[in-house]
């Protein structure tokens, strides 16, 4: 029996309140494991989340470091959803939410105008079932041209050595570090992901930083549910 990985705490956002009332607005274990891996330099004054979702992340990080944060979503129903869940948690002065694209964020915001980057994109780069729902996809599949504009709109907000911390599918790993690599994004960190001990991994967590050489540490699993190995 292999023992579950006990450092992950999954009560990051207990005293926080989010409406629940769309479907694609729900806290999944991405949007938890990505806020608890989120552990930001002591200088940050200023981050970009880019695709919200519900904003939880960015809510969360405001009330925990007390940060001016940037977060954007293409989906218009998304964001009004996001700005009441920080009305209802008392961060509206600290959160700004934002209907944008992230190739739209690069246009819009200045280079290197953020300490870090936090992202939790839509998971599936790779073949798969698509859903009927035309947003359940758009909000769960990525084309490779949508990876490289992720990565291009971190490597060109992102201060020089700032910090970026992004969930994924380890299926497309491999995409994902080749666009971190043509836009100067040193990986460090990665930490992979399982539901059970025997069962293939579900999500990686990826730390690394901006003009920085990708030295990268294979850190301890989480396993979130016990299984035989």
Not at 11 to 39: M, Q
Not at 62 to 91: F, G, S
Request: aromatic share 10%.
């Amino acid at each position: 029996m292999i023992e579950v990985f006990r450092e992950f705490d999954d009560s990051v956002f207990e005293g926080l309140s989010f409406d629940y009332s769309s479907k694609d607005a729900r806290i999944n274990h991405a949007t938890v494991l990505l806020a608890w891996y989120c552990v930001l330099p002591k200088a940050t004054k200023r981050v970009l989340e880019l695709g919200t979702g519900s904003g939880a992340i960015s809510i969360y990080l405001a009330r925990k470091y007390d940060v001016e944060i940037t977060a954007i979503d293409v989906d218009e129903e998304l964001i009004e959803i996001a700005h009441k869940n920080a009305r209802v948690n008392n961060v509206m002065d600290k959160v700004e939410f934002l209907q944008l694209s992230s190739a739209m964020a690069v246009e819009k915001f200045p280079a290197g105008s953020f300490d870090v980057v936090v992202s939790n994109p839509p998971h599936f780069a790779h073949e798969g079932i698509e859903s009927p729902s035309q947003r359940r996809n758009s909000s769960r599949r990525l084309t490779i041209e949508g990876i490289k504009e992720f990565a291009q709109a971190t490597g060109r907000l992102l201060k020089s050595r700032g910090a970026f911390f992004f969930i994924l599918h380890p299926r497309d790993l491999t995409r994902w570090l080749s666009a971190f690599e043509m836009n100067n994004l040193g990986v460090h960190r990665l930490r992979f992901v399982f539901g059970t001990a025997n069962k293939q991994s579900q999500l990686v967590l990826v730390k690394g930083r901006k003009n920085s050489t990708s030295e990268v540490v294979v850190e301890p699993p989480i396993i979130l549910r016990k299984g035989r190995s």
